[in-house]
């Protein structure tokens, strides 16, 4: 018996293979569907591959007769005595709120995604790495008005993005004439703008209605591993993408 500890993309995968390979796999998910953040992340309207994915995923655990219990939170693995578990609990939104004024007033970008919070016509996304770029393509596909604030001298600049879709969103941008600040600081949330700051440190207020942050993830392990018995999969270990997410589970279910 294997207990796995988050039902998203990560601790599907390695229940499917631990299934094939003769074990017993339990998913323990805190809410009520199978997905975590892979629910958001495909969640755009020029997704719908990875929401075919999804699907398949869920499939699976129900052709494999895998166990999967939901709205089960667990808060403590040592319940499960020696028995191996595979911690894939993801990670948690930066949150700048009490750092930067206004801050709260932000919509975090899978609150956004899902569906849980509605944004107005002109919208500041902070942060211009996939994920914002990604929003903010979405948000101008829905006719509404993006503006893009990235702290660094590139869009989608970090590594392991594939070079054909980072481009095109680069390209669609400048193409379609969507505002895009580089070097720039968020450095105030207001009712109708936010106040930045560029590279030479002059202060710029940009009009908008809403604000999206995307500024980030930070990796969220209910324990650590131990290499034994614990491991560790997914964004709980290292904020990544699909694909490496869905190798370092396949992997630590070889392992085990």
Same mark, same amino acid.
């Given at each position: 018996?294997?207990?796995?500890?988050?039902?998203?993309?990560?601790?599907?995968?390695?229940?499917?293979?631990?299934?094939?390979?003769?074990?017993?796999? &339990?998913?323990?998910?805190?809410?009520?569907?199978?997905?975590?953040?892979? &629910?958001?992340?495909?969640?755009?309207?020029?997704?719908?591959?990875?929401?075919?994915?999804?699907?398949?995923?869920?499939?699976?655990?129900?052709?494999?007769?895998?166990?999967?219990?939901?709205?089960?939170?667990?808060?403590?693995?040592?319940?499960?005595?020696?028995?191996?578990?595979?911690?894939?609990?993801?990670?948690?939104?930066?949150?700048?709120?009490?750092?930067? +004024?206004?801050?709260?007033?932000?919509?975090?970008?899978?609150?956004?995604?899902?569906?849980?919070?509605?944004?107005?016509?002109?919208?500041? &996304?902070?942060?211009?790495?996939?994920?914002?770029?990604?929003?903010?393509?979405?948000?101008?596909?829905?006719?509404?008005? +993006?503006?893009?604030?990235?702290?660094?001298?590139?869009?989608?600049?970090?590594?392991?993005?594939?070079?054909?879709?980072?481009?095109?969103?680069?390209?669609?941008?400048?193409?379609?004439?969507?505002?895009?600040?580089?070097?720039?600081?968020?450095?105030?949330?207001?009712?109708?703008?936010?106040?930045?700051?560029?590279?030479?440190?002059?202060?710029?207020?940009?009009?908008?209605?809403?604000?999206?942050?995307?500024?980030?993830?930070?990796?969220?392990?209910?324990?650590?591993?131990?290499?034994?018995?614990?491991?560790?999969?997914?964004?709980?270990?290292?904020?990544?993408?699909?694909?490496?997410?869905?190798?370092?589970?396949?992997?630590?279910?070889?392992?085990?």
């Amino acid at each position: 018996t294997v207990h796995i500890i988050g039902g998203g993309i990560g601790g599907m995968e390695a229940a499917r293979v631990l299934k094939l390979r003769g074990h017993k796999p &339990i998913i323990h998910e805190k809410s009520g569907v199978l997905g975590g953040t892979f &629910i958001p992340a495909s969640a755009e309207s020029y997704k719908g591959k990875l929401r075919e994915l999804l699907q398949w995923y869920r499939l699976q655990m129900t052709k494999m007769n895998i166990e999967v219990k939901l709205n089960d939170e667990v808060k403590d693995i040592t319940a499960f005595g020696d028995c191996p578990v595979i911690i894939a609990t993801g990670s948690n939104p930066i949150n700048l709120t009490g750092k930067l +004024p206004g801050f709260e007033k932000t919509v975090e970008g899978c609150e956004f995604l899902n569906g849980t919070k509605t944004v107005g016509d002109t919208v500041a &996304i902070i942060g211009g790495g996939l994920t914002g770029c990604e929003i903010a393509y979405e948000i101008a596909l829905q006719g509404k008005k +993006p503006i893009i604030v990235e702290m660094k001298d590139d869009l989608v600049s970090q590594k392991g993005v594939c070079l054909a879709n980072s481009s095109y969103l680069r390209e669609w941008f400048a193409l379609n004439k969507v505002p895009v600040y580089l070097e720039t600081a968020l450095k105030e949330v207001r009712d109708d703008a936010i106040i930045c700051a560029d590279k030479n440190g002059k202060m710029i207020e940009i009009p908008c209605d809403s604000v999206i942050s995307c500024v980030g993830y930070k990796p969220n392990p209910l324990a650590a591993a131990n290499g034994k018995n614990t491991y560790l999969v997914g964004d709980c270990l290292a904020i990544g993408n699909l694909r490496s997410v869905i190798w370092r589970a396949y992997e630590v279910a070889m392992k085990i």
